[in-house]
């Protein structure tokens, strides 16, 4: 099995109840586990990035996504798991399917909502978008 798991995160609580199942299942199973958390930023509309420079909008992207991140980071920390962190920008669902295959992992384990605005009745849009997207495992974590 291949031992390398993404969490995607966007600092929601179900987000971080799948953080709490990924340390669960890292301190149960006798392998070593890689996690790479994940947190994928929505672009900035045209009408704003038009009139900021790069790097501003690079920053802002950066300081959100590692705010996101913080809570995961600190579980995981707390657990002694290690992990690699990384924050892109992108349409959120197609970003962690993409991310996923690019990396060669094994499963994808999320929260089943999360911050986004528009909710699904029974899961988040992004948890169902990734379901229809991958051809990996995926543990939605409610």
Known sequence: MNTRWLLPVDGSLPALRAVDHVIAEALATPQELEVL?????????????????????????????????????ARLHAAGIGHAEHVLVGEV??????????????????????????AGLLLGSVTQRVIHLTDLPVVVVK
């Open 37 to 73: 958390l994940l947190n994928v930023q929505h672009p900035l509309p045209s009408d704003i990035s038009r009139f900021v420079s790069t790097d501003v909008v690079h920053d802002y992207h950066r300081e959100t996504g590692d705010a996101a991140l913080a809570s995961a980071r």
């Open 93 to 118: 669902a197609p970003t962690i399917v993409d991310f996923a295959r690019e990396n060669d992992c094994g499963l994808i384990i999320m929260g089943a909502r999360g911050l986004g605005s528009v």
